[in-house]
């Protein structure tokens, strides 16, 4: 069941103490594993910043052991396919619950997509289904389902969790073929980078369900190797023909290296796509299986020949030396605000390269939008973490640490009083991750993405570290620095959970979560005219507002022409009927769409990964 753990304070304290007497006598600061002050940086502090809320914050806004118990119910796929009950008090029925209503409320079957979704948002929902079956094959459940008939673990005994991983697996394959894979490929350069980690996703799915249920019957006889396995040279060829495309955004005529968003737009070297571009890289390093599939659709790649690719191996060098070049951009770009978070981006003073005569301006990275959304601080976290294990440099794991410490702050997590907990803190408030078109219900589709994004990859970020000869990753960890790094998330779980449960709190009657998860936590006979919805913009909110028709961010060309209106319409707060003004400001705007569910996927999924340690 879900209980309220130990005071974060204290567990921190105590911790920070372990953790000195474990780690006294490693190497130096320049080792792959780290020495004892080196680790007290990322091992909990005993300071007066640790993140505790007060104990009125948890017992006000944290749903309880009870209400948890009321409010999740079985998935009902395991009810209909005759399953034993699940403890609805744990994460785990609340994530099937969650996955089952995204598939079954969004995606069509017949069409291989979710209709309703835009390219890119739809390769990062199947990203969380690829990564939500991962937790499946992990959990609990499946080894108690296996072993339910007799203890005996056969093929004969995991009908029911292998036909929900089978169930769903089918739409991860009917998407590869409805993926406007076309269309994507004359896409801004971070479009291309989302369809890259979605089926890298798929791949380590395939690969972790074979290996954990279908290992041991591999050699009996053709049929016992998981039909799955046969689909991976095709996802492979996506992602490496995908990643071809979007590694020609990295430009060293301007800010010496980075990589541009779109070429449609003046250069703008921004963080969601550098980010992309490291997490790619590293996991294109780690997981991709090889291509050997000579299809171009590409005729310009620098691995063509006579129209055809050439064979692409695994663990290729340049792949890793590109995501090492890219995070050494990244870090000295300047792009993190005085809370330690990633602003969007910069644009370079004076470029005018469009024209006749043409100018590159100062050719600096030197005019910084301000703007700050909660997926420029997560999708760095997979691509830290890739490249700890690519390289054992342990200062990556440090840098990822330290970011989720920044972001928990930044939602102004620990703070007690009342009315400074409802202000916004520089990235949510009350302790929730928030975005600043949350609260005005005028989010995009992209806008709506954006926190499920956060909460994936800061749940790949703290796995726990493989120990010992892991033949999976080129290097494991000490036992010491392993235990660290568990510690060290397990002190998120409180503050993963704290959102978990305000966004569980958003559901319709029909298990749709909303994007406004922060509602979620106060008394619904809140009026939206006692709560701070005019949150400030410190940049340019493009994501959800549209891009702006001036010089800064377009052509010449496209300011000589009229330009197709692009900026949404903030919606209007009084809506007619005021009972959902009232109580549901989640059906303002867009309303609940399967970006806004995705989201509750994976708050969900970090919930039973991270805070509840895959138990369940």
């Known amino acids: 069941m879900i209980t309220r753990s130990a005071s974060p304070r204290a567990i921190w304290g105590t911790f920070s103490l372990c953790s000195y007497l474990l780690l006294l006598g490693f190497g130096n600061a320049h080792d792959s594993q780290p020495d004892g002050a080196r680790l007290a940086r990322i091992a909990p502090s005993n300071s007066s910043t640790s993140f505790e809320p007060p104990k009125s914050l948890l017992n006000q806004n944290e749903l309880s052991s009870t209400q948890w118990a009321s409010d999740v119910s079985q998935p009902q796929q395991l009810k209909q396919e005759g399953g034993r009950a699940v403890d609805p008090l744990k994460s785990f029925p609340a994530l099937l619950d969650a996955l089952d209503v995204m598939q079954s409320s969004y995606f069509e079957v017949w069409q291989g997509t979710w209709p309703n979704a835009i390219d890119w948002t739809a390769a990062v929902v199947g990203t969380h289904v690829s990564a939500s079956l991962s937790s499946v094959t992990r959990s609990d459940w499946y080894r108690r389902e296996v072993a339910a008939a007799n203890g005996l673990a056969t093929l004969h005994n995991v009908t029911i969790p292998e036909n929900l991983i089978n169930k769903y697996f089918s739409h991860t394959l009917s998407f590869y073929y409805g993926e406007h894979a076309f269309a994507l490929r004359g896409q801004a350069f971070d479009d291309m980078l989302w369809v890259v980690l979605g089926w890298l996703e798929s791949i380590k799915f395939i690969n972790l369900h074979s290996d954990v249920h279908y290992k041991s019957l591999e050699g009996t006889n053709a049929s016992s190797i998981w039909y ?330 496209d300011l000589a022409e009229p330009v197709p209106d692009e900026i949404m319409s903030e919606p209007d707060l009084t809506i007619l009927d005021n009972k959902i003004h009232f109580w549901d400001p989640n059906a303002r705007g867009r309303g609940r769409t399967v970006e806004t569910q995705s989201g509750g996927v994976a708050v969900l999924r970090a919930l039973h990964g991270v805070a509840d340690m895959g138990r369940g």
Request: net charge positive; proline share 4%.
């Open 228 to 557: 799955a396995k046969q689909f991976i040279p095709a996802f492979a060829h996506r992602a490496r023909v995908f990643y071809d495309l979007a590694s020609k955004g990295w430009d060293t005529s301007l800010c010496d290296g980075g990589m541009i968003w779109s070429p449609y737009l003046t250069p703008y070297k921004n963080a969601i796509t550098n980010q992309l571009y490291i997490s790619a890289s590293v996991n294109m390093y780690l997981n991709f299986p090889g291509d050997y599939n000579s299809s171009p659709f590409i005729s310009t790649s620098k691995d063509s020949r006579d129209g055809k690719l050439r064979p692409a191996t695994p663990r290729d060098p340049k792949y890793l030396e590109a995501a090492v070049k890219g995070y050494k951009w990244l870090v000295s770009s300047n792009m993190t605000n005085e809370k330690g978070l990633f602003v969007d981006g910069f644009h370079i003073k004076g470029w005018r390269g469009d024209g006749r005569n043409g100018s590159t301006g100062s050719g600096q990275c030197d005019v910084r939008d301000e703007q700050v959304y909660t997926y420029n601080q997560g999708v760095i976290l997979s691509g830290l973490r890739g490249l700890w294990e690519a390289t054992g440099a342990w200062s990556y794991l440090e840098d990822g640490h330290k970011l989720i410490r920044n972001v928990i702050s930044g939602t102004g997590w620990g703070i007690k009083d009342a009315e400074e907990r409802r202000k916004w803190a520089g990235i949510g408030r009350n302790g929730i991750l928030e975005e600043s078109c949350d609260a005005k219900g005028s989010c995009s589709q992209d806008g709506q993405t954006f926190k499920g994004i956060f909460f994936h990859h800061m749940t790949a970020f703290c796995a726990s570290l493989p120990i010992g000869e892991a033949k999976e990753v080129p290097f494991s960890a000490s036992v010491d620095l392993a235990i660290v790094h568990k510690n060290s998330c397990q002190e998120y779980g409180p503050w993963i959970r704290h959102n978990a449960g305000a966004a569980y709190r958003t559901r319709d009657s029909k298990g749709r979560f909303g994007t406004w998860w922060t509602y979620g936590l106060w008394h619904e006979n809140t009026a939206l005219d006692k709560i701070e919805t005019d949150v400030p913009d410190r940049g340019t909110d493009y994501r959800n507002y549209g891009i702006p028709k001036d010089r800064l961010w377009r052509f010449a060309d």
